[in-house]
């Protein structure tokens, strides 16, 4: 097939051909126009319950959505229980799948059973046959303990998980449409800050790392340099004080000891006189 074109009244002019649309130009049409991966199908974002799976323990629950398998449509109104056998020996892990049977001419939630001690099992991807879509993995343990890990794909849409980088317009994401305190530390990439920090950085910024308090460096070291020497001067003042002190208790001292001796040497020689004058009396 070349070029084709839908949809046209199917009177035989064109791309309207006589004989009506089939199931594969119908599917051709579904498939172009919602699926994006290889897995040729998915689950409709915002649909009812999105046919999430969970579950701790056999039966897991399937619940209501709609999806595409291989451009084949599929609704599903009710939740769908599917049984996990348990393991006898160790953890297996199962799939749980859309399948496309096109001998059945049918669309539905299947199991696909995992080897114990195993990775997950594949699926089976035929077009024409059988074609499975990924819902989720299924892990269950010897004691039927189930974790149920998602691995639906969204169809073409604005669902959970449905737009990544590639699709963003350059400067689509503004600071106007980011609400005031959910960005956290925790969404900043180590170093981001900082480097932003820095990139500011300078004279007149405001952010002016050399800067203390509105001083340069320089100005705290010469303040330090001027305390050390009214410091110092104070101790050299100290000191000189000390030293004369020093000094007057010094001539304190010799003028006690001389006014001692002079009073020793007249009792001696007032002693000395009165011993001479008993001699010349006798």
């Known amino acids: 097939m070349a070029e084709k074109s839908l949809l046209w009244d199917t009177n035989g002019t064109g791309d309207g051909t006589g004989t ?20 040729m199908g998915g689950v409709v974002p915002d649909y009812l319950n999105e046919l999430a799976v969970s579950g701790t323990s056999s039966p897991v629950s399937i619940n209501t959505g709609a999806g595409l398998c291989y451009g084949i449509p599929y609704w599903n109104t009710a939740s769908v229980t599917v049984a996990i056998a348990t393991p006898a020996v160790s953890t297996r892990v199962d799939r749980i799948v859309l399948r496309a049977d096109w001998t059945a001419q049918t669309v539905r939630i299947t199991r696909i059973a995992g080897t114990e001690g195993a990775g997950t099992p594949a699926m089976t991807q035929s077009a024409g046959t059988t074609w499975d879509v990924p819902l989720a993995t299924v892990s269950i343990t010897t004691g039927g303990v189930i974790t149920v890990t998602d691995a639906r794909e969204w169809l073409l849409g604005t669902g959970d998980a449905t737009i990544d980088s590639t699709k963003l317009a350059t400067d689509a994401v503004t600071t106007a449409k980011i609400t005031d305190g959910n960005v956290t530390t925790a969404k900043l990439a180590d170093g981001a800050a900082l480097a932003e920090i820095l990139d500011d950085d300078g004279a007149g910024s405001g ?20 305390a050390a020497v009214d410091a110092a001067a104070s101790g050299a003042a100290g000191a000189t004080a000390a030293v004369a002190g020093a000094a007057s208790e010094a001539a304190a001292a010799v003028t006690d000891a001389a006014s001692a001796a002079a009073g020793k040497a007249a009792d001696a020689v007032k002693d000395a006189a009165n011993k001479a004058a008993d001699a010349v009396k006798k």
């Not at 009506?20 to 897995?39: A, C, H, K, P, V």
């Not at 952010?207 to 001027?226: E, N, P, T, V």
């Open 20 to 39: 009506g649309y089939t199931e594969t130009d119908m599917i051709q049409l579904f498939r172009s126009l919602f699926t994006r991966s290889s897995n």
């Open 207 to 226: 952010l002016d790392a050399d800067l203390l308090d509105g001083s340069h460096a320089a100005a705290f070291a010469a303040a330090a340099a001027s």
